[in-house]
Structures are given as C-alpha cells and as structure tokens.
C-alpha cells in the first residue's frame, strides 16, 4: 500500500486549532506528521523564508504540494474518514470549497481573539522567531 505524507503545520498555541488537529481523523493511509508553528523546527523558517505567512492559517503540505489556510481546510475536508459527528460536520462545510472560503476568514479572527486575550504573540512576533 502506497501511503500519502501528510504534514500538517499548525499554530500550537491555538487551543482552537489544537483541537482541531486532534479531533480531525484522515484515512489510514495518509502518513501524517503534526508540526507545531512555534517549534523550532527547521522547516518552520524554510516556510517563513519561502513567504508563506503561518499567521494567516494552517499550512498542509501532502507529497510536496503545500496548501494554506481555506485550501488546506478543504484539502484535510477530503481525505478525512466520515467516523464522527466531528469529522462528517467538518467534512460537511469544509468539503465545499467556496464555503471554506468564506468561513476561513472567521475561523481566522477567532484564533487572533483568542491569541489576544490569552496575551500570546502571534506567530511571526514570537521571542526567539528568526526574522526572515
């Protein structure tokens, strides 16, 4: 069997997108990885160097192509299983792609709030980020 690599890059400070990426079930034959942006991984500023903005969203990269924010959301919508009330609701609204589009800017806002109130920096701005 020919498993897909999945890596998922996602804002660990978030506890939205935290439990997202936990809730959130992929087929069996998807090889995933879970990188938290605020890692000091090294791909994390290769992201950061090639200009993709890891503030504005999630970033999914699957067997090289890399999808972010609302295109990654539909991206994980379609190769998710359906085992769930989570999974299927997701799949649902993120499966369709104008909708993704539409909610993303919101799911967007809410993470900022959230980062806001609990005074953590985002992303970009954190203490110790290399600036590209």
Known sequence: MNHQKLLIVYDGACPFCTAYVSLVRLRESMQ???LSARSTDERINEFLALSYRL??????QIDGLIYVGADAMYQLAIISNHHGIFNRMQSFVFSRKWLAHLLYPLLRLGRRLV???RRVPLIENAQG????
């Open 129 to 132: 980020r290399d600036k590209i």
């Open 115 to 117: 980062l806001l109130i």
């Open 55 to 60: 503030d504005d969203g999630v970033l999914v």
């Open 32 to 34: 995933v990885e879970l």
